[in-house]
C-alpha cells in the first residue's frame, strides 16, 4: 500500500454516506465520524449522500477520490465500484467483484464452501420457498435471514418450529433472498483487516443474550475483548480471517465475522467490505489496539485508494 505524507496529495475526496439502504442511520454516523477525522488530518473531504449525489457530482470533475462509507445495497454490491470504475475515479474498499460476494451471503458461503473453509450448514430461502423443509434440514436452532443486509437487520433466531414463519415475515420485509442457517452456540469474533495487515481480533461479550442491532448501536454495556484470544488461537482465528477475504476477492480494507463453538472450532459468517466507523464499531478499537487512533485509521483506508491508481486491487 502506498503511503501518504501531503493531505494535498489525495486531491478533494468525496465521502459518501447515507443512501438508502436499510442501514441508511448506521452509514450517516459512520460518515460524519471520518468525514470530521479527515478534516482533522487536513484532507479536503466533504460529505455527499447517496450514490445519484456522488455521480453527479464526480462526473462533474468536483472530486479526486471517494471514501465510501455506505452500508448495505449500492454501497456495498458493487454498483457503486463499478460506476466508479468506469469513470476512472479511486475509491477504499472492494472492487466490483469482492464487494457482489460478499454482501451476498449464500454466494459468499457457496465460495467459502468450495475451498474447504467452514461455515455454518445452510439452505438458501427463495421468496416462497418451504422455511420448515429447511428446517428439516438444519435442525434447531437455527437462524432466519436477508442474504443482502448486514448490521442484523431482519435477523431472527429460532428455538421452535412455530416461530418460523414469523421470522421469515421479519426477513422478507427486504429486498433478496433468504437463508436459513445452523446457529453456533459459542462466542461471537471479528477480525479487521487493512490492507496487508490483520488486525488483532475482537471478542463481543453482549449484555444481552446477543450480539443484535441494539448491542451493536446502541448499547453502551457490551464489552469487547482485543485481542480476543491468545497464541496459537488468535493466530489461526486471524489467518482464516485473511484466507476468507482473499477468497471473495475483497481488497483495501473490510471486516470478517466469526463465531467460535464451545469444542473452538471457528465459523466464518461473512465479510463487510464498508464495515461501520461509529463510537461503537469494531474496526477502530481493533486498530486502537495497535496504537492507531481514529484519524489515522480514516488515513490509512483512504490510502488504499491508491492501489486502484496503479492496478493494485481488483
Given at each position: 500500500?502506498?503511503r ?6 489525495f486531491g478533494r475526496v ?13 452509514s450517516?454516523?459512520?460518515?460524519r ?6 478534516k482533522?488530518?487536513?484532507v ?6 447517496g450514490?445519484?449525489a ?6 462533474a470533475?468536483h ?15 458493487g454498483?457503486?465500484q463499478g460506476?466508479?470504475?468506469?469513470l476512472?475515479v479511486?475509491y477504499?474498499g ?37 422455511v420448515?423443509?429447511?428446517k ?9 435471514k436477508?442474504?443482502?443486509?448486514g ?10 418450529e412455530?416461530d418460523?414463519?414469523?421470522a ?10 433468504m437463508?436459513v ?12 483487516v487493512l490492507?496487508d495487515?490483520?488486525?488483532?481480533s475482537?471478542?463481543?461479550?453482549p449484555?444481552s ?19 480476543g484470544?491468545?497464541?496459537?488461537a ?6 482464516l480471517a ?9 481488497s483495501?480494507w473490510g471486516?470478517v ?24 464499531s469494531?474496526v ?10 481514529y ?5 490509512r483506508?483512504?490510502?488504499t485508494?491508491?492501489?486502484r491508481?496503479?492496478?493494485g486491487?481488483?
Amino acid at each position: 500500500m502506498q503511503r501518504i505524507t501531503n493531505a494535498r496529495d489525495f486531491g478533494r475526496v468525496a465521502v459518501v454516506m447515507g443512501g438508502s439502504s436499510a442501514e441508511r442511520e448506521v452509514s450517516l454516523m459512520s460518515g460524519r465520524g471520518v468525514l470530521d477525522a479527515l478534516k482533522s488530518r487536513g484532507v479536503d473531504a466533504h460529505a455527499i449522500d447517496g450514490i445519484p449525489a456522488l455521480l453527479d457530482a464526480v462526473r462533474a470533475g468536483h472530486f479526486a477520490r471517494v471514501f465510501n462509507i455506505l452500508h448495505g445495497a449500492g454501497g456495498e454490491n458493487g454498483e457503486l465500484q463499478g460506476a466508479l470504475q468506469s469513470l476512472g475515479v479511486p475509491y477504499t474498499g472492494s472492487g466490483v467483484l469482492g464487494s457482489a460476494l460478499s454482501l451476498d451471503k449464500i454466494r459468499s458461503k457457496w465460495v467459502w464452501g468450495s475451498l474447504g473453509l467452514p461455515s455454518p450448514k445452510f439452505v438458501p430461502l427463495p421468496r416462497g420457498g418451504d422455511v420448515h423443509a429447511a428446517k428439516r434440514e438444519i435442525g434447531l436452532p437455527l437462524i432466519v435471514k436477508p442474504a443482502w443486509e448486514g448490521s442484523s437487520v431482519g435477523v431472527s433466531r429460532v428455538f421452535e418450529e412455530k416461530d418460523l414463519d414469523d421470522a421469515v415475515a421479519l426477513a422478507q420485509r427486504y429486498p433478496g433472498p433468504m437463508l436459513v442457517e445452523q446457529m453456533i452456540v459459542g462466542d461471537e469474533f471479528t477480525v479487521s483487516v487493512l490492507a496487508d495487515d490483520v488486525l488483532p481480533s475482537i471478542k463481543i461479550v453482549p449484555k444481552s443474550a446477543y450480539y443484535d442491532y441494539n448491542a451493536k448501536y446502541i448499547a453502551e454495556d457490551t464489552q469487547y475483548i482485543c485481542p480476543g484470544l491468545q497464541g496459537d488461537a488468535e493466530n489461526e482465528l486471524r489467518a482464516l480471517a485473511r484466507r476468507a477475504f482473499d477468497a471473495l476477492g475483497c481488497s483495501g480494507w473490510g471486516r470478517v465475522d466469526v463465531m467460535r463453538g464451545r469444542d473452538g472450532r471457528n465459523w466464518l459468517l461473512e465479510v463487510n467490505t464498508a464495515p461501520g466507523m461509529t463510537t461503537h464499531s469494531l474496526v477502530p478499537k481493533a486498530a486502537a489496539a495497535k496504537g492507531m487512533d481514529y484519524a489515522e485509521l480514516c488515513w490509512r483506508v483512504l490510502e488504499t485508494s491508491f492501489d486502484r491508481e496503479t492496478g493494485g486491487a481488483a
